[in-house]
Nanobody, 128 residues
């Protein structure tokens, strides 16, 4: 089993920054690909970003490219999402997720069903 706990959410004004963290415990975190998803009020859950277990390959949804950066510290079993230049439309509950699946493609990384383990979420609110 893998336990994931997100933190770092909060309320900011448009143009501000936040850094989300996801602390992992349980099975070997370093061998798991990781992703961030979000769910805005009244909307479906959507993919935000993902990173392979080695950390050499990352994927982003188009709306966050150039503003968000996903990274991981395997020594500390922690996943990060640095969010800059936040916009009101980034308001959502953000979830981290993990999967032991290897050889992820960009398509698979963006699908929620790829991931076996999920955190409880952290709220991000951006005011305009």
């Amino acid at each position: 089993q893998v336990q994931l706990v997100e933190s770092g959410g909060g309320s900011v004004q448009a143009g501000g920054s936040l850094r989300l963290s996801c602390a992992a415990s349980g099975r070997t975190f370093s061998r798991f690909a990781m992703g961030w998803f979000r769910r805005a009020p009244g909307k479906e859950r959507e993919f935000v970003a993902a990173v392979t277990w080695i950390g050499r390959t990352t994927w982003y949804t188009n709306s966050v490219k150039g503003r968000f950066t996903i990274s991981r510290d395997s020594a500390k079993n922690t996943l990060f999402l640095q969010m800059n230049n936040l916009k009101a439309e980034d308001t959502a509950v953000y979830y981290c997720a993990s999967t032991p699946r290897e050889g992820l493609t960009a398509v698979a990384a963006a699908v929620a069903a790829t991931y076996n383990y999920w955190g409880q979420g952290t709220q991000v609110t951006v005011s305009s």
